[in-house]
């Protein structure tokens, strides 16, 4: 029981790794209106609500996958080598205090 290894969870994520899916998604929205804007009319006012609302339905999925993948790739799990440490918070920081220099 003594031999299990301990891990760290380390994301390396940043705001780079995800900006282009951003943008594309972004891209998306934008030509979306744009085409409910061209379909509006007295007429088709329904076509074009219901063409914004299934691209919407349709591309948040896709969106959702792209950023949790992007996610999952970023996260590193690093094996920490145990040491043997005091047994509560207050012994390390007493073992600190005594070994440090006063002064």
């Known amino acids: 029981m003594d031999q299990l290894t301990k ?30 804007l061209a379909l509006w009319s007295t007429e088709r006012q329904i076509y074009a609500l219901a063409t914004v609302g299934l691209v919407l339905v349709l591309s948040l999925p896709f969106l959702l996958f792209a950023f ?19 047994r509560s918070m207050k012994e390390a920081i007493n073992s600190q205090t005594r070994t440090q220099p006063a002064g």
């Open 7 to 36: 891990y760290r969870l380390n994301c390396t994520l940043s705001f780079g790794d995800i900006y282009g899916q951003i943008m594309i998604w972004l891209i998306v929205i934008f030509l979306t209106l744009a085409s409910g």
């Open 68 to 86: 949790v993948t992007t996610l999952l790739n970023h996260i590193e799990v690093i094996p920490v080598e145990v040491k043997t440490a005091p």
